[in-house]
């Protein structure tokens, strides 16, 4: 079946701009994950949900990021304001259940530039 | 807050030879571990993953990794590479029972000469 799609798969923006990436979970999974990833590190947990409902924001950098996924299914991640420390690779992966042991699916990842 | 660390950011091997990556965590409760890889051009998917019994667990494409507590390691191993492995290996650990996010390594970027 399909995997975790995301969208746009890149975006360049100016800073100041607000800006929305898209993240389509493997159908039925429960949780969606958000990472960030910049140049040479690994992924950075952003945030996490199941179902609808936010789990964990620990990992949200500031109150410019916000993240939703009002059924349960398609998330969005935003950013408000961007600026230039913003530009990374950010990921999203489902799983099929809740629950750390998890395997998670990750997708192609959208890779922001911010000017 | 946990932390992993991956000791070579760099490998370059020869087909057919023997791999170890080196991770080590911080975090002294129960944790989950996992090996991520990425392949060039595809996205990261996960190689094995442990969280109890059995220390020495096998993944797929004949990836090994053996968990030891007392050294917080979670060392990954193959004894015959091939030219295909070429990719970016991450070691990852969550807090077993506790919040879901991973938190991942800088990555071991691998190179395999034909």
């Known amino acids: 079946g399909a995997g975790v799609s995301q969208s746009p798969r890149y975006k360049v923006t100016k800073r100041g701009q607000d800006v929305a990436l898209r993240c389509d979970p493997i159908?039925?999974?429960?949780?969606l994950y958000w990472y960030r990833q910049a140049l040479g590190q690994g992924p950075e947990f952003l945030t996490y949900?199941?179902?609808?409902?936010?789990?964990?924001k620990s990992g949200l950098p500031n109150d410019r990021f916000s993240a939703e996924r009002p059924e349960g299914s398609i998330s969005t991640l935003t950013i408000q304001r961007t600026e230039q420390r913003d530009s990374a690779m950010y990921r999203c992966?489902?799983?099929?259940?809740?629950?750390?042991?998890?395997?998670?699916?990750f997708g192609p990842g959208t890779r922001l530039l911010v000017l | 807050a946990q932390s992993v660390s991956q000791h070579n950011h760099h490998v370059i091997l020869s087909e057919a030879a023997s791999l170890e990556l080196g991770c080590n965590y911080s975090?002294?409760?129960?944790?989950?571990l996992f090996w991520y890889v990425q392949y060039p051009g595809q996205h990261l998917q996960l190689l094995l993953k442990?969280?109890?019994?059995?220390?020495l667990v096998k993944g797929i494409k004949g990836f090994e990794a053996e968990f030891i507590k007392s050294k917080f390691s979670f060392n990954l191993r193959k004894p015959s590479v091939q030219w295909s492995d070429t990719a970016e290996y991450f070691c990852?650990?969550?807090?077993?029972?506790?919040?879901?996010?991973?938190?991942f390594g800088k990555g071991t970027h691998l190179i395999i000469q034909p």
């Open positions: 992966a489902s799983s099929l259940e809740q629950g750390a042991f998890e395997t998670q699916y």
């Open positions: 159908s039925g999974h429960v949780s």
């Open positions: 949900f199941n179902y609808e409902a936010q789990q964990d």
């Open positions: 975090y002294g409760g129960t944790v989950n």
């Open positions: 442990y969280f109890s019994g059995d220390p």
């Open positions: 990852a650990v969550n807090r077993g029972g506790g919040a879901d996010g991973l938190t």
